[in-house]
Nanobody, 116 residues
């Protein structure tokens, strides 16, 4: 059974940092591209960042220079380090795994709130 379990969300003030973690099980982690998406209720889910199986990284423009995605294949874990957080980063963040064009999995989400 495939599981992606996110952790690390919470409440932080503007300018602060959070570190999201996603632990994967039930997949051959090293061959998957791992990513993070975010969504608020009533809005479309937005792609945030991806780290490919070859460790190349990609970011949406609004988070470039502030967020860093990394992966640890030995621990089947992907990390999203979020710095200089803004109120508009408030969302539920979802971990995503994709391989072979058809194999795709989602986590349950972790809530991030950026507020005074």
């Amino acid at each position: 059974q495939v599981q992606l379990v996110e952790s690390g969300g919470g409440l932080v003030q503007p300018g602060g940092s959070l570190r999201l973690s996603c632990a994967a099980s039930g997949i051959r982690f090293s061959i998957y591209a791992m990513g993070w998406y975010r969504q608020v209720p009533g809005k479309q889910r937005e792609w945030v960042a991806t780290i490919a199986d070859d460790f190349r990284t990609f970011y949406v423009g609004s988070v470039k220079g502030r967020f860093t995605i990394s992966r640890d294949n030995a621990r089947n874990t992907v990390i999203l380090q979020m710095n200089s957080l803004k109120p508009e980063d408030t969302d539920v963040y979802y971990c995503h795994a994709a391989a072979g064009g058809t194999q795709t999995h989602w986590g349950q989400g972790t809530k991030v709130t950026v507020s005074e």
